[in-house]
């Protein structure tokens, strides 16, 4: 029994010092691999070549390039007298402005029409405004009939107050017209600044917008 303790002991020993031995030439082995050969990639993992891609992004565009300024837009103008006289007033306080022209539709004020009906019960309506005397009307496509058209809201609740009268049941709304309308854009943060809080007070359908820069 005795000799068998020593054997296991020596055995011990013996695969220790083997251990010893192998864990350096491992050591160097892996750290002196061979050169690849031609045509042959290394291999990457997918976290490698995400990292090495937000690298390469960093590097062509650094965090906060290309990043635009604030800007602003100051309109619309409806003549272009206005929008001259406000671009002379920023010019003046140190701002860079510059013009621009849009098709838009601008509210003018406000009409009163009856909807698109047959063209008998048009004519029968026609027949009870020439009764009254009324010719402030004009028939339109689809037999719509236009009763007027008022700049001011108080003067178009009158005319309807007395078509309602008549028995008739028009329809009152604002009166929209495609026109040019003039710009400024301006260059830098400005919505503070005395000269710009004039203008609108002066003109109330300019107002003051917030736009990306050029």
């Known amino acids: 029994m005795r000799h068998l303790i020593y054997l296991l002991v020596v055995a011990n020993l013996v695969f220790f010092l083997w251990n010893a031995i192998q864990d350096p030439v491992v050591n160097e082995a892996g750290q002196e691999l061979p050169p690849l050969p031609d045509g042959v990639r290394k291999l990457v993992t997918l976290e490698e070549r995400e990292q090495a891609a937000v690298e390469a992004v960093t590097a062509a565009e650094p965090p906060g390039a290309g990043m ?8 619309p103008f409806l ?6 006289a406000a671009k002379a007033r920023i010019d003046q306080v140190g701002y860079a402005s510059e013009q621009r022209t849009s ?82 854009d301006i260059d830098g943060s400005g ?22 820069c050029q």
């Not at 635009?68 to 309109?75: D, E, N, R, S, V």
């Open 191 to 212: 919505s503070t600044d005395g000269v710009l809080s004039a203008i609108i007070r002066d003109l109330p359908d300019v107002q003051l917008q917030a736009r990306a």
């Open 68 to 75: 635009p300024l604030a800007c602003q837009t100051l309109g």
């Open 103 to 184: 098709e838009t539709d601008v509210k003018i004020g406000y009409w009163i029409y009856l909807p698109a009906m047959k063209s008998d019960k048009a004519h029968e309506i026609t027949r009870l405004l020439d009764s009254k005397q009324d010719r402030d009307y004009y028939i339109g496509k689809d037999n719509l009939i236009a009763l007027g058209a008022f700049k001011e809201i108080s003067r178009a609740q009158i005319r309807l107050k007395k078509l309602r009268k008549y028995g008739l049941d028009p329809v009152l709304e604002p009166h929209y017209q495609t026109r040019s309308v003039h710009w400024l």
């Open 79 to 84: 003549s272009i007298g206005d929008l001259q």
